[in-house]
């Protein structure tokens, strides 16, 4: 039986188990990748909003140069007083016809006697870089008017950042070069744009990269910058982007933290579950054994009292008697095996009503003295035949109990049984009554094998049989104890036991006066 238990606990762990922590332990294993994935896509999303800036910023100055194209007469000249120039943060622009070589510097901002050389700045700057008109012609002749940062200056108190195009004015490409105050541009164009975009969850910066000095935040910085990239228009400044609750690290080491957690307790509760599935199939196992033992140990309890009844009504039936004495011996002696049989046949037939919750008990006014003796006076030849000892101590003064007679008689019957069975060495019953306080009870002791202190609480369940010492040689049905604990529990009594393991047990009945069943 043990074997076969082990090989269905085997292909449990085989079939449903291991495959599970098999998983689980995968899981774990891969939550660094899933974190570096996590960590990638938040990246992404990250470049994906710092494109978004620069993609605002580059649509921005390309709508200028649209209107500044629009509004350009043949002569380089045209209207500084648009509204639209109000906003742009454009300090100056040089124009440059690159057909007729001639140029003229237009003032947006600020005084026009600043006695600055616009045009000599200008100049320096293609000088170090050549090819820059032949490139963005290139450009222009292709179909697109790239816009090209090349230069940073610091005029007047303010950092600028130089760009350059190349424009149409009518049948002339125009080259232009324009001059915009780096600050302005932030905290006047990016700044609307920055606030939509973080909406209380971001943080973002607008900064210079060679000393972290920042031009414009959405927020006070309270974190660590995340992410940071430079602009396409304004190299020089650093677009930087910060949580305003977590930093990707807390948050990276927060979600690994919660799924190696969540993969534990996946793992302790699949294990936790795995122990519940083999136990409950462990004593599902051992019960329909112990069901099976039932049936064997009945049938044995049923043929003892058979063979006595069979044996001496067939003595009586041939007329094997030396006298009227030992006829009525006999017959006394069918009687009481008949008795028998008929308490082992009520025992199974009351477990059944037990069990079905229709077992009605039916309590009267009764002097457990006369249930003993009157035990005692149909038990004894069984007992004397089993080579037993008897002793038999009432209380002479004891108090009426509301108690079920039947159910009683029952319960002690069951509990000398036990003590003859379990008993093969020292062979001794001993029945007493007595009282402690308002309650009066009633004892039944052997001198037998005893019950291990760690099984007393179990040998109340039901089909449950000791398995130490010899008491494996001994038949039972394991519904004796089960039925005195359900009768007892019934009128409101307690059962007291008090056994070692070598010396045998003693169980005491306890019924109260003032409660019954």
Known sequence: MKSATNRLIGTVIGTILLPLIIYSV??????KEDEEMIEKVYHDQLDAIIFSINQFSNDNISGLLDKIENGLSPNLSFDTSEPYLDYSNIHTIVFEDLTTGKSKVVRIIGDTTDHISWKHLQDSILDANPDLKTQLMRYKEGGYRKIEPKGIITELNDKMQVVHAVIDNGDHNVFVTAFISISGFANNVLAPKLQQIAEGDLIITLGYGD???FVYVTDSLRKEVMLSKSMWLIPSLNVGISSSNKTITELVAERT????????????????????????????????????????????????????????????MLNRFNSEEKRKEYEEIIFKETNRLTNIVNKILNFSQIEAEKRVYNPVNLNLNELVKELMHDYAYHVERNGFEYSVHLHPDLPLVMVDKEALYEALVN?????????????????????QGDAVWVEVEDHGMGIPTDRVHQIFDKFYRVTEGNVHTTRGAGLGLALVSHIVDSHGGDIEVDSTPGKGSKFRLVFYRDSHG
């Open 26 to 31: 995968y899981e774990i294993t891969s939550v």
């Open 211 to 213: 000393d972290d000095q």
């Open 257 to 316: 933290q919660y799924n190696l957690m969540a993969a534990f307790i996946l793992i302790f509760l699949l294990i936790f579950g795995f122990s519940l599935v083999v136990r409950n199939i462990r004593r599902e196992i051992n019960l329909a054994q112990t069901k099976a033992d039932f049936v064997s140990n009945v049938s044995h309890e049923l043929r003892t009292p058979l063979s006595l009844i069979s044996m001496f009504a067939e003595t009586l």
């Open 415 to 435: 509990l000398v049984d036990n003590s003859i069975k379990y008993s093969p060495n020292e062979k001794y019953i001993g029945i007493q009554t007595g009282t």
